[in-house]
């Protein structure tokens, strides 16, 4: 499965994103809590993992769409 592409907003650099989370919302979610810098990578391959696994459900199902029941 090919990764889906990941758009820069206007306004944004790479430091902001990892590949498929945003740094920021992360940091939002756990404001009262300290994030390392390697958090980011180790979230956004849990979330590249979890991605291929429901898309590869997708298609045992005979189904392009994934669902919530993939996850």
Request: include cysteine.
């Amino acid at each position: 499965m090919a990764a889906p592409e990941i758009y820069i907003l206007p306004g944004q650099n790479e430091e902001c994103m990892a590949n498929k989370i945003v740094k920021a919302a992360v940091k939002d979610a756990l404001a009262d809590k300290n994030v390392s810098s390697d958090f980011y990578e180790a979230l956004d391959e849990e979330v590249d993992e979890l991605l291929e696994d429901a898309a590869e459900r997708a298609s045992e199902n005979d189904r392009k769409t994934v669902q919530p029941r993939d996850l």
